[in-house]
């Protein structure tokens, strides 16, 4: 079956920009910030043990309507689940804030 453009794009853009895509598509977040922090973590085992692999560390803030109602964990699992695939192939640590819209920024 032959590839979409779109699969093909984004499997060719940055790991930030293939996070970015799919949490705005999954969560429609009213605000999303995405830092890599990869520098600061190139000298530990795991980033070691990815060859020096670029893009494994990011620090993540989100606020979604998709968060009101869910308690910490499971914003966490939610978002943990929908960047599965980047995980698999080379993400190594997130660093997460989840706030939910009428929640007050309150996590359940």
Excluded: C, W, Y
């Excluded at 699992?77 to 995980?87: C, I, K, S, W």
């Amino acid at each position: 079956m032959p590839e979409t453009t779109s699969n093909a794009s984004i499997r060719s853009s940055s790991r930030r920009e293939r996070i970015a895509e799919i949490l705005q598509r999954e969560l429609s977040p009213t605000h999303l910030e995405i830092q890599d922090d990869s520098a600061r973590h190139a000298h530990h085992a795991g980033a070691r043990a990815l060859g020096g692999a670029e893009e494994t560390h990011f620090n993540i803030a989100i606020t979604s309507a998709r968060f009101d109602g869910l308690n910490r964990i499971a914003r966490h699992r939610l978002v943990n689940d929908l960047l599965a695939e980047e995980f698999h192939s080379g993400l190594h640590a997130l660093s997460l804030v989840l706030d939910g819209v009428n929640t007050g920024g309150k996590q359940s």
